[in-house]
């Protein structure tokens, strides 16, 4: 009986103390009083008070700061926002895309706008930046537990677009690549080639996006007259769902697969993991493009030299979330939910200007 006591005392604690942020006792950005004194003022054990904040962080109403304290992070849905945007990306993420990156930024900026670029390795780095009652968030490269922002997550969807990736909720709108028409045209350019047994490469097959890719090319492998069985063997799952990115044990996979199902295969779509799959391919002699036909989804930093890239257009996805942010600050229009499909912008080689597609080179 004393476990559920306790449990009954400190959720009444947090909910006492949520009620009281709300009703703006604590303000936005304010240092919440320390546990000690909390817990005297609540008639309750420090245990008790520790396990009642924690919740309240854990919800969103709070963000830690180690070492100094809690501070309050809790803003009004209603709150009147600026012309300001938080991009919120990994340190990782941003270096691969970086020209990207300083694209949208300088979009942004020539709207006037106000633009902070926080890089971290944990989105709730930045819970306080992301409840703002002053700014807008653009979030990218995070997958996003929307539970840690359970208490002002109706402020969220007005104020947040997520970008690349689907939000992982439905009431947050996603910018993303429409990934039917980027296989369909991987496939077109391969059967310009001659090409027609062409692998795919995924990353993560149960996430909504990628099985979005999956769907459009078994439709076109099958479309293209190969049976069910070639299908099943030639979808290449790097797992990274259940297991981490470790470059060897995906070495390890190619050259499997390159050994094998391979042998009958004359074209590969590869959105992850290129670096290592032209490694392996050297090792094993394979001549890229003689032997094998390679378009890889999306230009990194570091492109492989002479290696021809679907361009997915993540220039379109800032240009996108700009007109989303602008007319939701103009005129506080929101469409919770939306899912807005960026198309390829074409096919490029690694040593040819970021700026130029094959369709634009064909123009020229």
């Not at 476990?3 to 009281?20: C, F, P, Q, W």
């Not at 926080?118 to 990218?140: M, R, V």
Request: aromatic share 10%.
């Amino acid at each position: 009986m004393t476990g559920i006591s306790d449990n009954i005392k400190r959720t009444k604690v947090k909910e006492e103390l949520a009620r009281r942020i709300v009703n703006g006792e604590f303000s936005y950005g304010s240092r919440f009083p320390g546990l000690h004194e909390l817990g005297r003022a609540c008639g309750v054990s420090y245990v008790t008070i520790c396990k009642a904040v924690k919740m309240l962080a854990d919800e969103g109403y709070l963000r830690n700061q180690p070492g100094i304290g809690y501070f309050v992070c809790y803003a009004e849905p209603g709150s009147k926002a600026a012309k300001e945007v938080n991009i919120i990306s990994s340190t990782g993420h941003y270096r691969e895309h970086r020209a990207d990156f300083e694209f949208g930024i300088g979009q942004f900026r020539k709207r006037g706008w106000q633009v902070n670029l926080l890089l971290g390795k944990d989105l709730y780095e930045f819970t306080g930046q992301l409840n703002s009652p002053h700014a807008y968030s653009i979030i990218t490269a995070f997958n996003v537990n929307w539970q840690r922002f359970a208490a002002t997550f109706s402020h969220l969807v007005k104020r947040t677009v997520v970008l690349g990736r689907l939000s992982g909720n439905p009431e947050i709108t996603s910018i993303v690549c429409d990934e039917y028409e980027t296989v369909r045209q991987a496939m077109a350019h391969f059967a310009d080639l001659g090409r027609r047994r062409v692998a795919l490469v995924t990353a993560l097959p149960q996430s909504e996006l990628e099985s979005l890719r999956i769907a459009a090319w078994r439709n076109q492998v099958l479309a293209s007259g190969l049976p069910m069985d070639w299908m099943r063997r030639h979808l290449i799952s790097l797992d990274l769902e259940n297991q981490p990115e470790d470059p060897a044990r995906i070495a390890g996979l190619f050259r499997r697969r390159l050994s094998e199902c391979l042998k009958d295969t004359d074209a590969v779509i590869l959105p992850s993991a290129s670096r290592v799959f032209f490694k392996v391919c050297r090792e094993l002699g394979i001549r890229i493009p003689e032997d094998l036909a390679v378009l890889a989804i999306g230009v990194g930093a570091q492109p492989e030299p002479g290696l021809l890239y679907l361009d997915n257009n993540y220039r379109g996805h800032f240009e996108s979330a700009l007109e989303i942010l602008e007319d939701r600050f103009q005129a506080d229009h929101i469409v919770p939910g939306s899912w807005y499909f960026c198309p390829p912008r074409g096919i490029i080689a690694a040593n040819i200007n970021h700026e130029t597609t094959k369709t634009e080179r064909k123009k020229s």
